[in-house]
């Protein structure tokens, strides 16, 4: 399938899955494999051996697949570096995109697919499986994901809205002004929000105000 023998790692601590991946990719290509159930085992294999792809799991019990994917890009910039996972959320493929990732795989690919995102990135490609494509495709306003909110949040999210000082919401709703600073506080981080222009902005495209 390849003029060259390229040498192929696989990190995951899921040894079924590993394997699995082992298996798919040596009846289908013509890579020397490696396999590593730990971030840090490839990170000390790649100072002395070339690696040309990697496959690289995102949670890893001894670290983070986003973090490994940054050092190992500043290691070995010539190494391809795919990520391999179940976590589907459109912040964290873009993280890793941007930690110096060539491309990332969901789990439920089926093996095809796997063989094409690898062959897309060894020939200059992003290496993006389906279902990744249409999550990376969304407006991220589409996925943003409500927070719950209880009552109270409600009632402040309104009053910030009406642009009501903490002074005078604390005084509308019987509460402390301390009280009202840690629901502010609650808001930005349930909306991901950098600040209260932005919450009320999103709570309003939303429809929750």
Same mark, same amino acid.
């Given at each position: 399938?390849?003029k060259? @023998?390229?040498?192929?790692?696989?990190?995951?601590? @899921?040894?079924?899955?590993?394997?699995?991946?082992?298996?798919?990719l040596?009846?289908?290509?013509?890579?020397?494999?490696?396999?590593?159930?730990?971030?840090?085992?490839v990170l000390?294999?790649?100072?002395e051996?070339? &690696?040309?792809?990697?496959?690289?799991d995102?949670v890893?019990?001894? #670290?983070? #697949?986003?973090?490994?994917?940054?050092?190992? /890009?500043?290691?070995?910039?010539?190494?391809?570096?795919?990520g391999?996972?179940?976590?589907?959320?459109?912040?964290i493929?873009?993280?890793?995109?941007?930690? #110096?990732?060539?491309?990332?795989?969901? /789990?439920?690919a089926?093996a095809d697919?796997? &063989?094409?995102?690898?062959?897309?990135?060894?020939n200059g #490609?992003?290496?993006?499986? /389906?279902?990744v494509?249409?999550?990376?495709?969304?407006?991220?306003l589409?996925?943003?994901?409500?927070?719950r909110?209880?009552?109270?949040e @409600?009632? &402040?999210?309104? %009053?910030?809205?009406?642009?009501?000082?903490?002074?005078?919401?604390?005084e509308k709703?019987?509460?402390?002004?301390?009280?009202?600073?840690? @629901?502010?506080?609650?808001?930005?981080?349930?909306?991901?929000?950098?600040?209260?222009i932005?919450?009320?902005?999103? %709570?309003t495209?939303n429809?929750l105000?």
């Open positions: 399938m390849y060259n @023998h390229l040498n192929l790692a696989i990190v995951d601590d @899921h040894p079924m899955i590993l394997e699995g991946l082992k298996s798919l040596q009846q289908e290509t013509n890579f020397q494999i490696f396999s590593f159930t730990k971030g840090s085992a000390d294999f790649i100072k051996n070339r &690696i040309d792809v990697l496959l690289l995102i890893l019990s001894d #670290g983070n #697949g986003l973090d490994f994917c940054k050092i190992i /890009k500043q290691q070995s910039p010539q190494t391809i570096v795919i391999i996972s179940n976590q589907a959320e459109r912040s493929i873009f993280r890793f995109l941007e930690n #110096g990732g060539n491309g990332y795989i969901l /789990k439920n089926d697919e796997i &063989i094409q995102c690898v062959e897309n990135a060894i #490609g992003l290496a993006l499986s /389906k279902e494509q249409e999550i990376m495709l969304r407006s991220s589409n996925n943003f994901e409500l927070p909110l209880t009552k109270r @409600h009632q &402040i999210l309104q %009053a910030i809205a009406l642009g009501n000082t903490s002074n005078e919401i604390a709703l019987f509460i402390s002004v301390i009280t009202v600073e840690t @629901h502010r506080r609650n808001l930005l981080q349930k909306f991901k929000a950098k600040n209260m932005e919450l009320v902005k999103i %709570a495209e429809k105000i």
